[in-house]
């Protein structure tokens, strides 16, 4: 079985996510990247289990961040921190 290489764009295209968002995660290091010349390519099954190896934690990180925001944002004016924005 051939195995195929996708590019950036390629990439993002199959998983659904911005070219920006690839470009972040292979330069943290989080996805696996093999690299032609100059060029990144990407095994798109090793990408996958990287990214649902690694997901579980950003997830839970989003979760709790949107949770504090929505917490804060449900606050009473006097209850706020003073340097927090009046929306």
Known sequence: MKR??????KLAAELRMSVKSIQRVYRKGEIPVQWLGRMARFNVVQ?????????QGRV?????????????????PASRPENAPDW
């Open 60 to 76: 839970r990180h989003l979760n709790d961040k949107s949770a504090r925001a929505a917490r804060d944002c449900r606050q009473s």
């Open 4 to 9: 195929e290489l996708h590019t950036v764009k």
């Open 47 to 55: 990408v996958r289990l990287a990214l649902k190896r690694n997901g």
